[in-house]
């Protein structure tokens, strides 16, 4: 080959060599020598990447001249390694200790992840449930061990009610602290849906008392510390538009006799007078009062971070119908934010603002139990009936009192709703005190401010206008929420002992007030009973913590609360709460360390006291100067005012729960599996409970402190990464929660005199089918044990008589089941595989059980056809497997209807892809919510939460379909 050939063809390779692409091999290790396996080597800006295999090991392909390798693996720090042409790259990452140095939320303050020492959990907006939320509890479902979340009903607007360790109280209010960016909500108007869900960053909660005493008197349900997104400093201009369309429907009915099925009952069982009120139809009633239903909620967000400003604005629209008729929700929303640093960085001015202007609109809810009892031989429309609906006629004309109501007839009838305006607004100051390093002072200014309006018409020529007068209400009023507080925190590095210490000392003034005004009119435009209410209390704390971090080993804490409140006498006004806690950081020591495995190891343990103070009422300390029945009135020209009048108590004082933690926080394979277990108990005395006063004492009933409980518990928590790659992430996690409560004492706390007893044996408060006792669960049902045939079917009245003497009544019902469930449990996954994304969650309880009222009143021949010969009602298809007869009160009392409540429940499955755009960045979702409930439960859902069952708010099933665009 001639030199000039051989020229040409080196000319024509050139281009090739320049573009030649070489293969690079290597071992990745961790920082304490070991393999790392499944780490991630990618050349930067493309796809192309490997994974290391058992030993550590990687061989990359095709990497081009110019590039540069990035080596990462969870837990340890990203590395960047340049190529020039290495064939061999060998590297040993370093660990990355961020996680465990994450600055995270406690009482009054803050810390570092790895320095906590109680029992805590955060949710940030990453673990949230997907789907059209309008609710912010909804987002907790199932996220967190110890946190019982029961779903909210199908009614618009509805939240969940929202548990930490089952709560503390029997009769006072059960709910958690809520502390919204630094103001702890009014326990009578904690209305989280004045927050857009999509606005909120984190939940935290505080469990145990060690954690939660630092607030004191109010602390004994837990608390929830909720933060809202804020703007970031030095960031890009962002504008964001969310948009999500929700279909809902109600999948499950009650099973219900159809018109033939009930005509074939009534010519079974009836009496010609009976079978004479039979009309012709087949009315689904159930089909009749709901509907498919629809939500819209938008979002459109705007932030812009400065050197030294950063600001975020959200303006949030949502507008949902309720699958019962007439029933619906909307709500405005504003959600703000501005940061700003001022005198060199030293001061730091946090603004937040959330506005709310919801309109309720309400259904009577009265026609889902008519939709159960109603005729369905009967007609729904009626043109010589009121208002155009069918209804029951006595014989003498008139419209019958007792009988049910046409169910659509009462939807159709009433024109309710409620406005409510609300904004809380939050000014927070963090100041660097000059001259002393380590000494800081934050401060907190804050107004929540509600304005409510509620009316409610009904048309007077309906079937209830028509029987009780048709009266039309109105209400007005405003509940204010203000707060000042400050606190001085200083830490410093003590180095002669390689000890920090924290501390903290701050007080806190909180004033609630709250004003309303109500009016009633009847058909003929008469006042009845106007009523204007006003009440205020204060509350004042003194609080401090101390915690030393001794070595970067052992970490102690301590607080203490001084609280003062209005709401109870100046003998009790005050009381004193404090809890201590320490954490051993087991992965700090020699042999933790060389484990090579264990990546995060401390133990936990904690106690403290706490209070509560949630009453419901104000000034119940002033004794009554009148009989308990009598009405304080006051004439103001030719009407007459109710006046304020404290109710008669006993000499009231607080709620005092006594909390013992002890807990393990893990992470094994470089955080490859981490969780938690916490293992608690707590006493509860001096209950809040109105209910009968001892002998001797003005009236009949009053609140006082009575008795005691004792809970315990176990709480696990555990997440698992398996799998970790460029192009794939799969995590899941799960908790689950065993808890049991008994009541361990009901003697009066004033006198120690005991509860009155109650004719069925035994100290407590009987409440229908549930009774409080000594020894036993609070939700415990007081039963007849129904006595079965050799075919397991149940015989009409026949109960065990439990105490031989041949008669069967109140002496032989015994305690039989529990509401509380044994266990309850949540399930996640979050996976996503390049630009397509998916996660769930399950939730679900074991070893609880229902009350079903809705089969208890139905499920028997007199309660269909024994209705003075006007009327005839349905029944639950159950009726159908029976023989029962008669409705003596017995039979309502029957362990028949006492069901297993377990259940396992898909709260939401969502499926989502993001499109690679340059300039906007746009991801479609799809979610389906509440897809489906196993259960063995007859009734229509098993989730109640109290254990007795009657016609709840059904939930719905959704589809919901979401477009988010970023530009």
Same mark, same amino acid.
């Given at each position: ?14 281009? *090739? ?559 004193? *709460? ?382 919901? *379909? ?6």
């Amino acid at each position: 080959m001639n030199q000039k050939f051989k020229a040409v063809i080196l000319l024509f390779l050139l281009p *090739f060599f320049a573009f030649a692409q070489s293969v690079i091999t290597g071992t990745v290790l961790e920082s304490n020598g070991l393999p790392a396996l499944g780490a991630t080597v990618a050349v930067k800006g493309t796809s192309n990447g490997t994974s290391t295999d058992f030993d550590g090991k990687y061989t990359l392909n095709n990497v081009p001249s110019d590039a540069v390798i990035v080596f990462s693996f969870v837990g340890y720090i990203t590395q960047e390694i340049p190529y020039t042409g290495q064939s061999t790259i060998n590297i040993t990452l370093e660990e990355d200790a961020s996680e465990l140095d994450t600055i995270v939320l406690i009482g009054y303050g803050s810390t570092t992840k790895q320095n906590v020492t109680a029992a805590q959990t955060t949710v940030s907006d990453e673990e949230f449930n997907k789907g059209a939320i309008v609710s912010p509890g909804q987002l907790l479902a199932g996220k967190a061990a110890g946190v019982q979340v029961t779903a909210a009903t199908g009614r618009p607007g509805d939240g969940p009610r929202i548990r930490v360790r089952a709560g503390s109280t029997l009769s006072a209010n059960a709910d958690p602290l809520y502390v919204v960016d630094g103001i702890p909500l009014d326990a009578t108007n904690a209305n989280l849906n004045t927050i857009n869900p999509a606005e909120i960053e984190s939940f935290t909660i505080l469990k145990d008392a060690s954690a939660t005493a630092i607030y004191g008197n109010r602390a004994s349900n837990g608390v929830i510390l909720i933060t809202t997104k804020k703007g970031k400093l030095s960031s890009d201009l962002k504008i964001g538009y969310n948009v999500q369309f929700a279909i809902d429907n109600n999948t499950d009915r009650l099973d219900v006799l159809t018109g033939d099925e009930f005509r074939a009952l009534i010519n079974d069982i009836g009496s010609p007078e009976d079978i004479a009120l039979l009309g012709t139809a087949n009315t689904d009633w159930q089909e009749e009062i709901y509907q498919t239903a629809t939500r819209a909620i938008h979002n459109i967000t705007l932030q812009k971070g400065f050197e030294n400003t950063a600001i975020r604005a959200n303006i949030g629209y949502t507008n949902q119908n309720g699958t019962l008729k007439t029933s619906g929700y909307e709500r405005t929303s504003l959600n703000a934010s501005v940061i700003q640093k001022l005198l060199n960085n030293d001061l730091k001015l946090t603004l937040s603002v959330q506005g709310a202007l919801e309109e309720v609109r309400s259904a009577d809810e009265g026609a889902i139990g008519s939709a159960i009892d109603f005729d369905p031989t009967q007609p729904a429309f009626d043109p010589n009936g009121p208002n155009g609906f069918f209804e029951y006629f006595q014989s003498n004309g008139t419209i019958s009192n007792l009988a049910p109501r046409n169910p659509l007839g009462l939807l159709e009838s009433l024109d309710a709703e409620t406005a409510n305006n609300q904004i809380r607004t939050t000014l927070q100051a963090d100041y660097k005190i000059p001259g002393v390093e380590g000494l800081k002072f934050n401060g907190t200014v804050g107004v929540d401010y509600n304005e409510f309006d509620s009316f409610s018409n009904r048309l007077p020529n309906s079937g209830v206008g028509l029987t009780t007068g048709a009266i039309k209400s109105s209400s007005n009023g405003l509940r204010i929420n203000q707060l000042i507080n400050g606190r001085l925190d200083y830490k410093k590095e003590l180095t002669s002992i390689e000890s920090t210490i924290d501390l903290t000392v701050g007080s806190s003034l909180q004033a609630f007030r709250r004003e309303s005004t109500s009016f009633s009119l009847d058909n003929t435009g008469v006042a009845i009973d106007p009523f204007i209410a006003f009440n205020e209390n204060r509350l004042v704390s003194f609080f401090g913590r101390a915690s030393i971090d001794i070595k970067d080993l052992l970490v102690l804490s301590a607080s203490v609360s001084r609280d003062g409140t209005s709401r109870f006498s100046p003998d009790n006004r005050w009381g004193t *709460f404090g809890g201590a806690s320490a954490a051993l950081k087991l992965t700090n020591t020699d042999f933790i360390q060389n484990s090579g495995f264990v990546s995060q190891l401390k133990l936990r343990g904690g106690f403290g006291v706490t209070g509560q103070q949630e009453i419901g009422q104000d000034f119940l300390f002033i004794p009554r100067s009148t009989p308990s029945n009598a009405q304080a009135q006051v004439q103001i020209g030719n009407q007459f005012f109710t006046t304020l009048r404290p109710e008669l108590t006993t000499d009231l004082k607080w709620e005092e729960t006594t909390q013992y933690n002890v807990g393990l926080d893990y992470g094994f394979f470089d955080d490859v599996l981490t969780g938690s277990i916490d293992v608690y108990t707590r006493d509860t005395e001096d209950l809040l409970q109105f209910g009968p006063l001892a002998a001797g004492s003005l009236g009949n009933f009053a609140l006082q402190n009575v008795g005691a409980t004792r809970s315990r518990g176990i709480e696990l928590a555990a997440n698992v990464k398996l799998l970790q790659t460029e192009n794939f992430n799969w995590d899941i996690g799960g908790n689950l929660t065993f808890n049991e409560i008994e009541i361990t004492d009901l003697s009066l706390g004033s006198n120690d005199a005991p509860v009155p007893q109650t004719p069925v044996g035994g100290a407590g408060f009987n409440n229908f089918i549930q009774e409080w006792a000594v020894g036993a669960d609070p939700t415990s049902f007081l039963v007849y044990r129904q006595v079965y045939d050799a075919e397991g079917n149940p015989l009409d009245g026949v109960f065990a008589d439990r105490n031989g003497d041949n008669v069967i009544n109140s002496d032989d019902r015994v305690r039989y089941k529990k509401g509380n469930p044994d266990a309850f449990f949540g399930f996640t996954s979050n996976f996503n595989y390049k630009r397509f994304d998916m996660s769930f969650t399950l939730r679900g309880a074991v070893g609880g059980y229902n009350y079903n009222n809705v089969r208890a009143a139905r499920e028997n021949a007199d309660a269909v056809t024994e209705n003075a010969g006007d009327w005839l009602n349905n029944s639950t298809a159950g009726i159908l497997d029976n023989s029962f007869q008669s409705a003596p009160l017995n039979l309502l009392f029957s362990s028949e209807y006492i069901e297993k409540s377990d259940f396992v429940r898909l709260d939401n499955l969502s499926l989502g892809y993001t499109f690679n755009t340059d300039k906007v960045g746009i991801r479609a979702s799809v979610t389906g919510t509440n897809l489906f409930v196993i259960t063995d439960y007859s009734g229509l859902d098993p989730e109640i939460g109290n254990g007795v069952d009657g016609a709840i708010f059904p939930r719905s099933r959704g589809v919901i *379909f979401g477009l988010n665009f970023e530009f």
